[in-house]
């Protein structure tokens, strides 16, 4: 079993950062990939960053420019800087982990963390 858990959401003015953070334990597989994924209300879920073990980077449309996703192998993370927050990114943001790069991640689910933009 791969358990992750996220940090960092938060309330934050328009224009203002967070760090999201997602740490992944469990020894019983290999982690390919990660992903950070975004929930509005009344919204779909929406791919915002993946990286592999590898360090191949993608961003949804929404997050080029302004959010940087990282990670860290040895310790099983993924992080998400987001900068020049705007109204429209409130939404729980979820982790995803991956055993595979064939596909996004999605093997894994973390529970999320909120994410409130006031204006």
């Known amino acids: 079993q791969v358990q992750l858990v996220e940090s960092g959401g938060g309330l934050v003015q328009p224009g203002g950062s967070l760090r999201l953070s997602c740490v992944a334990s469990?020894?019983?597989?290999?982690?390919?990939?990660m992903a950070w994924y975004r929930q509005a209300l009344r919204k779909t879920r929406e791919l915002g960053a993946d990286?592999?073990?590898?360090?191949?980077?993608r961003y949804a449309e929404f997050a080029k420019g302004r959010f940087t996703i990282s990670g860290d192998n040895a310790e099983r993370a993924t992080f998400l800087q987001m900068n020049k927050l705007k109204p429209e990114d409130p939404g729980l943001y979820l982790c995803?982990?991956?055993?595979?790069?064939?596909?996004?991640?999605?093997?894994?689910w973390g529970q999320g963390t909120q994410v409130t933009v006031s204006s």
């Open positions: 995803a982990a991956g055993l595979g790069t064939d596909r996004l991640p999605d093997d894994y």
């Open positions: 469990g020894n019983r597989y290999s982690i390919e990939a």
């Open positions: 990286i592999t073990r590898e360090g191949t980077i």
